[in-house]
């Protein structure tokens, strides 16, 4: 095994392989935690999903997932490429992870972001300075709404999502 390409993640202090959006998505997490003051402990990485497609399941993780109060704010997915390339699966992601939709859909590359309304599938923002702040979540937090997915639209979602999450599975 080569051990050059062996980090230890900012959040978990977990060995990873440092392939592919790994780099981004560190310099993501000390981002959130040193300038966006949210705790280590706000942060869940690689939040396991699991979609069917055909009658099969598929597994796969959405990178970041961030808390407040209890409930998930933010899905981000940490990318290597084009930010905008991402958006939608991100998007039908944090719309099936969770029994609600959580309320943002995060693409980034760790320099620029493209914030998504997962409930209307807008555009909420751009760039890093549109991350909410922790402290800005916790005034958003009471404004949201955590609605379930409609059921007769899960289908499309995990298909989509299954769609732009392929190139995932031979990493």
Do not use: H
Request: charged share 30%.
């Amino acid at each position: 095994m080569n051990f050059d390409y062996i980090i230890t993640d900012y959040i978990t202090g977990k060995a990873v392989r440092n392939v592919g959006p790994e780099a981004s998505r560190q310099t993501f997490e000390k981002f959130l935690v040193e300038e966006k003051g949210y705790d280590k402990k706000d942060i869940q990485v690689d939040e396991e999903l699991i979609v069917q497609f055909k009658g099969e399941d598929y597994v796969s993780a959405i990178d970041l997932i961030v808390y407040c109060k209890d409930k998930a704010l933010m899905a981000i997915t940490c990318v290597a490429g084009s930010i905008g390339s991402y958006e939608r699966e991100i998007l039908s992601g944090a719309r099936l992870i969770y029994d609600y939709q959580i309320p943002f859909a995060v693409s980034t590359d760790a320099r620029d972001a493209m914030i998504l309304d997962t409930l209307s599938g807008k555009y909420a923002g751009q760039g890093l300075d549109a991350i909410p702040s922790k402290e800005k979540a916790l005034e958003l937090v009471q404004s949201l709404k955590f609605i379930p997915l409609d059921e007769n639209r899960k289908e499309r979602e995990m298909i989509i999502y299954r769609s732009f999450n392929l190139e995932k599975i031979n990493i």
